[in-house]
């Protein structure tokens, strides 16, 4: 079992940054990939970036490479998952979730496991 909770989300006009945290625990925690999604309102769930757990490249959706970048940092039973958010634009106004899967690079909503509550960033133009 893996517990994901987010926070950092908030109100930010365009060009702003964000920095997203999530906090991962569980016993095997260590042994996922951890991703992050985003859903608009009327939209889909979307992919926005992974880190492995394997310690290979982060991989990003195209539209917001050279902008956002995640990282992790883990602990024994504990993974520190961050999203930074550089030049943001209203477009990036979604709930974002942390995941967490067993796949090595899993970019589809099916493919994780467990999900945080989501956060809310609003960009305003």
């Known amino acids: 079992q893996v517990q994901l909770v987010e926070s950092g989300g908030g109100l930010v006009q365009a060009g702003g940054s964000l920095r997203l945290s999530c906090t991962a625990s569980g016993r095997t925690v260590n042994s996922y990939t951890m991703g992050w999604f985003r859903q608009a309102p009327g939209k889909e769930r979307e992919f926005v970036a992974a880190?492995?757990?394997?310690?290979?490249?982060?991989?990003?959706t195209d539209s917001v490479k050279g902008r956002f970048t995640i990282s992790r940092a883990n602990t024994k039973s504990t993974v520190y998952l961050y999203l930074q958010m550089n030049s943001l634009k209203p477009e990036d106004t979604a709930i974002y979730y942390c995941?967490?899967?067993?796949?090595?690079?899993?970019?589809?909503?099916?493919?994780?496991?467990?999900w945080g509550q989501g956060t809310q960033v609003t960009v305003s133009s």
């Open positions: 995941a967490a899967s067993s796949n090595v690079q899993p970019s589809r909503v099916y493919e994780y496991g467990y």
């Open positions: 880190v492995p757990w394997t310690g290979g490249s982060a991989y990003y």
